[in-house]
Nanobody, 123 residues
Framework: QVKLVESGGGSVQAGGSLRLSCTASGFSYISRRCMGWFRQAPGKEREGVAH???????SYVDSVKGRFTISKDNAKNTLDLEMNSLKPDDTAVYYC????????????????WGQGTQVTVSS
């Protein structure tokens, strides 16, 4: 059974940094899986923040470019999100997610989701 568990959330002042981690269990080859970080602020729709594909190619929503970095730690089987220069607008519950993987390619929508971790940035 696939399970994703986020950690590392918390409260920080504007300009500060946090590092989120998502520990994956129940599947292997995290290095080749398509995974991403999403967030949802109160009263807003969930948005994709950062993604990393099978080849390690990354993409970011414009609002976090240059401040956030998504990466995988294959030894630990974790997906990480380094967040710097945090702003109050970054306040949200952050979720990690993964797509299905057939051994060669990932496919479909994001299928597996963690329970989320709260990030609060005060001004």
């Amino acid at each position: 059974q696939v399970k994703l568990v986020e950690s590392g959330g918390g409260s920080v002042q504007a300009g500060g940094s946090l590092r989120l981690s998502c520990t994956a269990s129940g599947f292997s080859y995290i290095s080749r899986r398509c995974m991403g970080w999403f967030r949802q602020a109160p009263g807003k729709e969930r948005e994709g923040v950062a993604h990393i594909d099978t080849n390690g190619t990354t993409s970011y929503v414009d609002s976090v470019k240059g401040r956030f970095t998504i990466s995988k730690d294959n030894a630990k089987n974790t997906l990480d999100l380094e967040m710097n220069s945090l702003k109050p607008d970054d306040t949200a519950v952050y979720y990690c997610a993964a797509k299905r993987f057939d051994g060669r390619y990932c496919y479909g929508d994001y299928t597996y989701w963690g329970q989320g971790t709260q990030v609060t940035v005060s001004s």
